[in-house]
């Protein structure tokens, strides 16, 4: 009972985590480590049968995926894993149940940022291709097990071609919704290429468009676009890959300039077959698939993860550090440096202190003009975290003394408070 607690409280906490991520993704892009070394997720996600197509809930206390193990209703089904708290271990899968599954397959969900509408993919009778995509929907995010009956997406979206892998992108600027997904319809550059597709006010869909600048002569599908919009992995298998499918990554500077080319994300792709990412709301966990040597079955569900480094891009300003005085600081390009800018009014500002870091540093502020910028820099080790670090800034005097505490990083996904 208490671990339904914690979930219910971290999910219903998302909201304002996800919000704040938001804000500070409009005013900075997003930067990170590489990422780790992948992790399979071990025998109680995966079985010797095939796990595929992961999907991380908004929340990130439920991992969906498709696996044919026995006990399913038919071709591949979806399973849900559930966790109790963020750094809890996965518990034991369930199938969704003949809800969503049928005796067809059914894969790829993505959802919406408040977890109450799944897209996915099915070969289900009553399509119009081979594959085509529906929609679902639940009042209560916390219930894996509440969606309603799928509802085919139609014709606008769907086509008598295969249409696979939808990924859901809410633009943090403006509220618009967009379907990405890949399709072999005629008219593309490749076998399967990727389109996006406007979502209107009132929840219908706009003629599909390719994504030219992802697109390639080769197989491009299953993406996993950043919540900020400006960072999306695709599985492809154009020249240049090291197996039958590699994981690429794509970035643009903003939601309507255009997608730069895509390259191999370092670190992840194998001589096998790895593809069909997905993101967590933070962008800082990776869960995809993989046939590398050393899984349990055919194919097994892996986990990788990166750090957000310390760039927080607001300016603070705190006037009442010493009288008549400001100091502004914020992150410079880069990692591990604070400059600082300060205003002198004769009130004997020495030094500047950076504390609540693994390494302090303390700078010396030169001769000064009173009621001028002067320019100082404060550096100390790399701040490198797979969580937002604190620090403060202490400016002394000896007239006064004030702490400023600085948030770096963009907020993660939280537990709420025992």
Known sequence: MKGLTNRKNII??????????LLTSLSHAQQFSAWSEPQNLGPIINTTSIEVLPTISPSGLSLYFSSNRPGGLGGTDVYVSQRAT???????????????NSSHAEAALSFSLDGRTMFFQSDRPGGLGSFDMYIMTRTDPNNDFGWSAPVHLGSVVNSASSELGPAYFEDPTNGNAALIFTSDRPGGLGGFDLYQSTRNADGTFNAPVPITELNSPANDQRTAIRRDGL??????????????NDIFVSTRASVSAPWNPPVAVAGINTASADSQPTLSADGRTMYFTSNRAGGLG?????????????????????GDLFPGGIVSFGISSGPGSVTVDHVNAGTGLQSLTVVGVPVNAVVNIPAFTPGTFDPVTVTFSVIDSAQPV???????????????RVRCGTPPLTEPEK
Do not use: K, Q
């Open 12 to 21: 219903a906490i998302f909201a304002v985590s996800t919000a704040l991520l």
């Open 86 to 100: 963020l750094t809890s271990a996965w518990g034991a899968p369930h199938n969704l149940g003949a809800t969503v």
């Open 231 to 244: 960072e999306i992995f695709i599985t492809t298998d154009r020249p240049g890959v090291l197996g039958m």
């Open 298 to 318: 055919a194919f097994d569900l892996y986990s990788t993860a990166r750090a957000e480094t310390c760039t927080p891009s607001t300016t603070v300003t705190e």
């Open 390 to 404: 604190d620090f403060t800034l202490r400016a002394a005097s000896t007239f006064h003394a004030a702490n400023i």
